[in-house]
């Protein structure tokens, strides 16, 4: 399956090589520009299919995200769990429910993401639920593009594993050959 949806991702083009400023700052010589998928309902429906069924058995109630491509993924793998969907946005440095997005207590809840490098946005959804009394069963991402384990308390499923390097600014091999550097995405 792993191949199928990295064809998903080179057929979109979302695929990108060059230099990369991420959003938790690090650099990479791989982007993976989600909304070059997300902009394909099939392809968008497969890739949550796959989460959806990874946590089927383990009696899901609620799916949530982050903002932005969280909510499109919180949704859609919702709707095949046949669950509700929420999503959190940024406030600061931490997530929040707004919108009168509520958790029962003890609801036990998914959370989606896109891309996991250092499991940031995950962490920040995972505590904004944990806020409001739910209980993260798990996470699912489409990609998990970290380079080494990382603990984030609840199972990850991922529907594709590809361990991408990332450098600090100042220990980037890119830098130093003076590639210019791009920051993709918002």
Known sequence: ?????????????ALLEGHFLLTSGLHSPHYWEKFSV????????QLCRLIAKHYKKVNIQ?????????????????????VRSIFAEKEGNRRIFRRGFQI??????LVVDDIFTTGGSVLEVID???QMGGNVIGAG?????S???????VPLFSCLKSETPTYR??????????????????
């Open 62 to 82: 609620l799916v949530a995200g982050p903002t932005t491509g969280g909510v499109i993924l919180a949704y859609v793998t919702a709707r095949y769990l046949r």
């Open 104 to 109: 029962k207590p003890n609801e036990r809840v």
């Open 141 to 145: 991402v489409l990609v998990d593009r």
């Open 169 to 186: 600014p100042d220990e980037c091999p890119l830098c130093a050959e003076g590639v210019p550097l791009v920051r993709p995405g918002g």
């Open 128 to 130: 904004a639920v944990k």
């Open 38 to 45: 997300l902009q394909y309902p099939e392809f968008t429906e």
């Open 1 to 13: 399956m792993s191949q199928a949806v990295l064809e998903i991702f080179k057929k979109t083009g």
């Open 147 to 153: 380079d080494k384990h990382i603990d984030i308390g």
